[in-house]
């Protein structure tokens, strides 16, 4: 079983930051990519950005250049550094990990941001 441990959601101003970890437990599989997906009430959840164990990023348009992705992966731990944050980053972010082969993922619980206006 693999369990993925989030921290570091809460309440921020506008224009403020916050630094989301997750942390992967128990017998956990080979890993090659780690990412954060997020829903806001009454929408779908979304993509927000993954990162490779060779360190490829990807990030969705909306956070390009305000989010920066990052991973210690003898910790199996990624971050996401949010900066810049608006209203329209209010969501449940959601930890995920993913292995090589299809059908390993694993999810974290979901960890609420909410940013003030």
């Known amino acids: 079983q693999v369990q993925l441990v989030e921290s570091g959601g809460g309440l921020v101003q506008a224009e403020g930051s916050l630094r989301l970890s997750c942390a992967a437990a128990?017998?956990?599989?080979?890993?090659?990519?780690m990412g954060w997906y997020r829903q806001a009430p009454g929408k779908q959840r979304e993509l927000v950005a993954t990162i490779t164990r060779g360190g490829t990023t990807n990030y969705a348009d909306s956070v390009k250049g305000r989010f920066t992705i990052s991973r210690e992966n003898a910790k199996d731990t990624v971050y996401l550094h949010m900066n810049s944050l608006t209203p329209e980053d209010t969501a449940v972010y959601y930890c995920n990990a993913r292995g090589y082969y299809s059908g390993y993922v694993a999810w974290g619980q979901g960890t609420q941001v909410t940013v003030l206006s």
């Open positions: 128990g017998s956990v599989f080979v890993i090659n990519a």
